[in-house]
């Protein structure tokens, strides 16, 4: 059974920072493509930062510079750092394992930028 646990959202301060953490069970972690995606309510998900199983990177031009993704295959285990928080940032935050035409979600996690 694939598992895909999110963790690390919480309520956090413009300006201020969070690492989310992905961790994953049931599958080859090491060679899944992994990504981070985040939806607004009532708006369809959106890409934030994926990392390949080669640990190649692609992010969102909203969160460049500010947003670092990883992974530690020994870990089995994806993180997202967050810095420069924005109040705009808030939202569910979704990580995903992809490999050909599997498709695996956790089930979210949500981070609210607010003071």
């Known amino acids: 059974q694939v598992q895909l646990v999110e963790s690390g959202g919480g309520l956090v301060q413009p300006g201020g920072s969070l690492r989310l953490s992905c961790a994953g069970s049931?599958?080859?972690?090491?060679?899944?493509?992994m990504g981070w995606y985040r939806q607004y309510p009532g708006k369809r998900r959106e890409t934030v930062e994926v990392?390949?199983?080669?640990?190649?990177?692609n992010y969102a031009d909203s969160v460049k510079g500010r947003f670092t993704i990883s992974r530690d295959n020994a870990k089995n285990t994806m993180y997202l750092q967050m810095n420069s928080l924005k109040p705009e940032a808030t939202a569910v935050y979704y990580c995903?394992?992809?490999?050909?035409?599997?498709?695996?979600w956790g089930q979210g996690t949500q981070v609210t930028v607010s003071s």
């Open positions: 995903k394992a992809q490999r050909t035409w599997n498709d695996y």
């Open positions: 049931g599958i080859i972690f090491s060679a899944y493509n």
């Open positions: 990392i390949t199983s080669s640990d190649s990177t």
